[in-house]
């Protein structure tokens, strides 16, 4: 295993100081490992929470700030953080007006979201949950009942965020976010596998002339191993599923093409170009696009694809500004 | 081989028809192989232009934009563009206020941007040039007299382009972006090697317990092996050299800890936070912060540390606003 850490047991707290050192404008309880925006909670404004495993990272930390999550919960490596982890970061950024949860959807994650989610209301404090569920190559997986949660992930924090940075009701940020994971499906594809710190060996075995297709996030096994092929093939492969699982006929989308890690942007260039000639090819019109490595699987190389059926909501929120330290535009 | 990727003679072709794609502020030209900001030339503003191999991603075409560079001219991987090109995008530029080449120091990349500087010259545009050459680990390499051009080149654009968007003049931009790099040192590890995608194997072989410190950009040799270490050990090893070559007692600085395209953002936050604590020890303030992969060598783990000393000019043009695909802030 060769990675850029000190020992295994001590990344996640490690890259949390890490965090810590390098951005002023967020804030990490070292203690109960979430990182949350220096002024949440935001009076009046719903505050938005996610987290999960460690191992995807810029998600969620990166996307902590203005226009986006107030806080994310850091588990280990690849495991849901537990739920005083949540029921603090909740509080930590309840203003009054309740706090949406954005919760991949891998069975330990529901669970402790759930969990802190009812320890909240308890307390007093409107919780309100939304689990994403856009990977469309597998139903159930390794870690999860249903679809898993991947990169779609990152959309329904944007979008939702917004929404939220507007002033909306809590009821209505939770029904965006729900449109956006409704609208939304992924599928990805691994060309190795990842090294789990703590395991010091590759999570599977995939021969050098193969690769895996619908690999999850985790390196959990996707639909088949095939061999390895043309950047135009893989995005055949890619798009079919995503394709015959949402009606894209004469639709706007945004088309989201991601790096799991150990691939570098050139590469993901040449992907996004092959999904474009493909969607064009379809009939679906691309208005607005994001490439790069936002939703990884610690160092494995390959690529998902992600697309969202747009609308003019939907646009707009997208569009409206975010300041985190891993995607920021507007003022 | 296991990369995103068609022919691998199409990788920069394909590379470039995603960026077009992907994004509408940009402007690509696919026989000539530069990247423009759609809106250059700025009237009254000085040009700026950078470029070099392909990749390095998302620099240099990443940068193109609003406060940072005005075009980017992509060679072949990890060759010079030739003076056609550089001479085709310094005209594209030029708004009559002049060019400025920014060029990292290899031998290719010299002669050519030197070449074609004459060129436009002879056809009346005033242009000027800027070496970076921050990589204190070796004095000449493979492809290099003297220091080569790393990863402070991101720096030299952004600050340059910061006062290029004030309306400058070409000599007082071309100061600004040689105090950058000579306040500027930059050190880099290779965990693995990259794979250059005509080669279709590992420009060199690293065994799993060693890496290569001092690292170049293009694979090149660096200044030694060593075993591999806990992260603490590596920052101390990759700071040490720059340290000793830069003046920083009681300074401020702008840290960036970089990834060369196969490490993830989890492991870059490690070195960050070793990064911060050797400084805090060593008495340099952190001002300024950049976590993320921005100067890559294809597929390559590792990273490099650059450290930039602060003067209160040099910060105002940091945080000026900046809007590229690869970094922005501001309005």
Redesign the interface.
């Known amino acids: 295993m060769?990675?850029?850490?000190?020992?295994p047991s001590d990344?996640v707290r490690?890259?949390?100081?890490?965090?810590d050192?390098?951005?002023p404008d967020l804030t990490v309880d070292h203690e109960l490992r979430f990182v949350r925006r220096a002024d949440a909670p935001v009076a009046g404004k719903v505050g938005l929470l996610s987290g999960g495993g460690?191992?995807h990272?810029?998600l969620h930390a990166?996307l902590v700030g203005h226009g986006m999550l107030d806080a994310a919960c850091a588990g280990e490596v690849f495991t849901s953080p537990v739920p005083d982890q949540i029921l603090a970061a909740t509080r930590a950024i309840d203003s009054g007006a309740g706090v949406l949860h954005i919760v991949k959807n891998y069975t330990g994650d529901v669970l402790n979201f759930e969990m802190a989610a009812e320890l909240a209301a308890e307390s007093g404090i409107e919780v309100a949950s939304v689990i994403v569920d856009d990977d469309v190559a597998v139903q159930d997986s390794l870690y999860t009942a249903g679809r898993r949660g991947v990169a779609a992930t990152l959309l329904v924090e944007k979008i939702a965020g917004a929404a939220a940075e507007q002033g909306r009701k809590l009821a209505d940020v939770a029904a965006i976010a729900q449109r956006v994971d409704d609208l939304s499906r992924s599928m990805g594809v691994a060309?190795?596998s990842c090294t789990v710190p703590a395991a010091g060996r590759p999570t599977f075995d995939l021969p050098?002339t193969e690769?895996e297709l619908g690999i999850g996030i985790h390196g959990e096994p996707g639909r088949r191993r095939v061999p390895?092929a043309?950047?135009?093939e893989?995005a055949e492969q890619l798009l079919e599923p995503v394709l015959a699982d949402l009606d894209l006929a004469g639709a706007d989308v945004l088309a989201f093409v991601n790096g799991l890690?150990?691939?570098?942007?050139?590469?993901?260039?040449?992907?996004?170009?092959?999904v474009?000639a493909i969607l064009a090819k379809a009939g679906v019109r691309?208005a607005r696009?994001l490439?790069g490595?936002y939703v990884?699987s610690?160092?494995m190389?390959?690529?998902s694809v992600t697309l969202l059926r747009l609308d003019d909501e939907l646009t707009a929120l997208w569009d409206a500004p975010v300041?985190t330290?891993a995607l920021?535009?507007?003022?």
């Open positions: 060769k990675k850029l850490i000190n020992h990344v490690d890259a949390l100081a890490g965090i050192a390098a951005y460690s191992g990272e810029p990166g060309l190795t050098e690769m390895l043309p950047a135009a893989i890690g150990g691939t570098p942007n050139i590469e993901l260039y040449v992907m996004y170009n092959e474009a691309i696009s490439v490595s990884t610690l160092d190389a390959g690529c300041q330290t920021r535009w507007g003022r």
